[in-house]
């Protein structure tokens, strides 16, 4: 009995680890289901702020698929996420005279023109250019 006993424990066992398995890789799909809908929420509010003339007010100087009346002071905001990491342009939001001292961009974090919440979310934004 106590051999049967330990042989049903040591063949439930890998049904026990599998099952474990199975849920945590069930939980980590839906963490990344949510990321990713997180960053689409974040992309479209950031694109709102980009085009918002009020605040993140891109479109006075750069060219964006989608935006109405661009300027062309800046270059055109396209492909950002192959040039670009997004440590790189949130310091370009942040405070671009860090990197290049005779920008005409202005610093919209150092300045609190944009706050870190809005930066990231325009960043999401431009990650999709």
């Known amino acids: 009995m106590r051999t049967a006993l330990a042989l049903g424990l040591s063949l439930a066992m890998p049904l026990l680890v599998m099952s474990s398995l199975a849920m945590s890789s069930l939980a980590m ?3 990344a289901m949510s990321a990713a809908a997180h960053a689409q929420s974040g992309a479209a509010e950031g694109q709102k702020l ?4 009020g605040k993140g007010n891109c479109l006075t100087c750069h060219e964006i698929k989608g935006g109405d009346l661009p300027g062309s002071i800046g270059p055109k905001l396209e492909n950002l996420k192959g ?3 997004r440590a790189e342009l949130t310091a370009i939001l942040n405070d671009e005279t860090v990197r290049n001292p005779s920008t005409v961009m202005p610093p919209f974090g150092r300045n609190r023109i944009l706050t870190e919440q809005e930066i990231s979310a325009i960043v999401d934004f431009l990650q999709t250019l």
């Open 29 to 31: 799909s839906s963490l």
């Open 50 to 53: 980009a085009f918002d003339r």
């Open 83 to 85: 040039r670009y990491d």
